[in-house]
């Protein structure tokens, strides 16, 4: 027991660590990108506007990465309160708006029989759910075919569970993949950082939850979040 009490406070005082470190670094790159953006005419000038592009993108990309890391790092234990599942669906789906007509994707909210309520986090679950679909979107745009891209998104009862369901239509995935989906720094996109299922991943079993996925290579992919429900509270 003392060993874990041990490893759980080294941990604790890592996870500080690393949230100060990458605060102090956001400041710089924010200078950075400000100062790019004010050369960006002169580099224009110079036939190199190119140049700023990738600057500015790479900064882009270092900001994302402290961004999940830090969302990850963060004290494990969630702001709990009730939450209406609906609610919780039509708000993410509200966030992703923009992403999914910038690529020309279509996203339905499967009727739901009646509303369930969960305990939970709502900006974490938010933010796994946003995961989710980004992941969905990606997928989607990786499929060569023409296809157009789908996401569907829904919640049924099981038991004592609420089980909500994020499925595409995108390029699916391989067994080799579907192996290490939930390691962190896992990824198979040239820009990923291999977050943001570790990340969901974690969040959902702090809710007493867990995640499950089943896909096919080209046919697609759903995402299972089991999550407990409230006793009596369904309408
Ligand atoms: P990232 O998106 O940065 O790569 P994630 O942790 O979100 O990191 O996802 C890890 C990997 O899991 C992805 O690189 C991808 O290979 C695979 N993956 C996740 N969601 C899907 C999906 N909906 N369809 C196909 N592959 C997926
Ligand atoms: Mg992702």
Redesign the pocket.
């Known amino acids: 027991i003392e060993q874990t009490a041990y490893q759980n406070d080294n941990l604790a005082m890592l996870g500080k660590l690393s949230a100060s470190i990458a605060h102090e670094i956001r400041n710089p790159l924010t200078a950075i990108r400000g100062f790019i953006q004010l050369l960006r005419p002169h580099l224009q000038g110079l036939g190199k506007e190119e140049y700023a592009k990738i600057i500015l993108a790479e900064i882009d990309r270092a900001n994302d990465i402290i961004h999940e890391f830090l969302s990850s790092s963060k004290p494990s234990s969630p702001q709990t309160r009730i939450a209406s599942i609906s609610a919780l669906l039509k708000e993410v789906i509200l966030l992703t708006e923009s992403e999914v007509l910038m690529k020309g994707c279509q996203i339905d909210l499967q009727s739901l029989p009646g509303d369930l309520y969960v305990s939970v986090d709502v900006k974490q679950m938010k933010q796994v759910l946003i ?2 679909i ?3 979107l ?2 989607i745009s990786d499929r060569l075919d023409g296809t157009t891209g789908k996401i569907e998104l829904g919640a049924r009862r099981e038991g004592s569970e609420v089980r909500i369901l994020i499925s ?1 239509n ?4 391989d067994a080799c ?1 579907m192996n290490r ?2 390691s962190q720094f ?4 040239e820009n ?7 990340v ?1 991943d974690r969040i959902v079993k702090n809710h007493g939850g867990r995640i499950s996925v089943t ?1 096919r290579v080209n046919e ?2 759903s ?1 299972v979040i089991s999550l407990p429900l409230i006793n009596g509270l369904t309408s």
């Open positions: 995961n989710m980004r992941n969905a990606e997928a595409d995108g390029k699916g995935m993949t989906l939930f896992f990824t198979t996109k990923g950082t291999g977050l943001g299922l570790s969901s896909s697609g992919t995402f």
